[in-house]
């Protein structure tokens, strides 16, 4: 457990922010495979014989705690220091979010015209620091930052970092296929493999600080636990035994009214075609919890006035030094960020498109063991094509302000940022994130039987 404090400090301190993962990319019709995390419905009917993907990394924070200038990246890359530079907007309740997503070797098939399964595998991270004393935050990392008084009053204080692992399976299918309108749906059953998982918690903790004695005066609760706190190294295992099950559920509903140029085209051609002139989905993702069994917990009771500078050093240290400690041990069970996610997308013209999407998390964000799908929604413009698809995309996300981005997908390679032109103009960003994957896909025609003699 001794690593916590810097684990959550290094969070902060770096955290950038943007919400989604591979954001602006699951709009494209083009995006196969990797769009099933966000509707499993968009297996059914896709633009793809077989999607192989190889690997696909997305990174995305979010936080209301710290902005950075972009541009002295620029200036002087080899001085920067994250901890020196930047914005803080200390506060009384601060939060964080963080996401890394790795989609490792996966694929799609189609069993039919109506049926389809995908396979897949993923390795993934999140953090939530939630409720956070900001201006605390800042007297642990300097004695000296802040040079006057506070109150502390934090409550419903929570983080949980947690890693696991997923196996899935998808299935696909359509519903209703007539004239005008068009009906899929999909569902993903995954199976959980607990990678481990750090989480402070607490109900209040109310005080003062004095800026003249530096002393902290505080009364409340304060409890860690760390299901790797038997390993030497407090790492992330895979092997620890731990799993579980969840699943993704999702529809997708199509209007389609008669497109000129898909008339001479025989039905296995049309598969190779968008048909729609608008399309709707929703879904529910990361349905599922991990159980990780005889986790310590170690519980204290926050009472008295202690030296602030005591928790400069080892933070973990200086609590059993100043108050009373009790140790549990007991099951704990993390429950999956679970989202409700909708989208919109309607095209234009022949390859020009307009979408939104956006996610609302479901959890409890009080409480404990629990992770959060930040709510967001994000707006998307783009070109597509069979070869080629660029897009520009504005987002609205939760802890952080607006940020607008760029992707591009062109053949098997695919790569973007939630926020990389929003960067380029604000000289306390609080948005960073990317994303690149490559994959080998295997399109349906494009042109009828006829046309190919």
Known sequence: ???????????????????????????DNYAGITSLASNPANLADSRFKTDINLLQVSSTTSNDYYGFNFSELFEDIGNISFNDS???????????YQNVDVLLPSFMFNLSDKHSLAITTRARGYMNLREVNGNLFETFQSGDVLNKDFNIDMENLNTTAHGWGELG??????????ERHFI??????????????????????????????ETITADGDLSFASTTATDSND??????????????????????????????????????HNQYRIKLGLSLTDLGSITYNDVEVNNYTVQGTVDANDFEEDFEQALEDNYTETTTVQNITVELPTALRYSLDVRVDRNLYVAAVGAIGLNDSNAAYSNNHVNYTTIVPRYESRLFTLYSNISFVEYADMTWGAGLRF???????????????????RAADFYVGLKIPFHHRIKSIKETF
Request: no cysteine.
């Open 235 to 272: 790492d992330f295992d895979f092997g620890s035994g731990s799993s579980g099950f969840g699943g993704d559920v999702g529809f997708v509903y199509e209007y389609r009214p008669a497109l000129k140029n898909d008339k001479k085209m025989d039905s296995l051609a049309l598969r190779g």
């Open 411 to 429: 053949g098997p390679l695919s790569v973007g940022s939630g926020s990389i032109l929003s960067n380029l103009l604000t000289d306390d960003s």
């Open 184 to 213: 899929k749906g999909g569902i993903t059953g995954k199976y959980l493999i607990g990678a481990g998982g750090f989480f402070m918690n607490s109900n209040s903790i109310n005080g003062s600080y004095d800026s003249v004695a």
């Open 86 to 96: 930047g914005t803080r907007f200390p506060s009384q309740s601060n939060n964080v």
């Open 169 to 178: 399976l998808t299935y696909g299918f359509v519903i209703a296929n007539g």
């Open 1 to 27: 457990m001794r690593n916590i404090l810097l684990f959550i400090t290094i969070a902060t301190i770096s955290s950038i922010a943007v919400a989604q993962s591979y954001s602006g990319k699951e709009t």
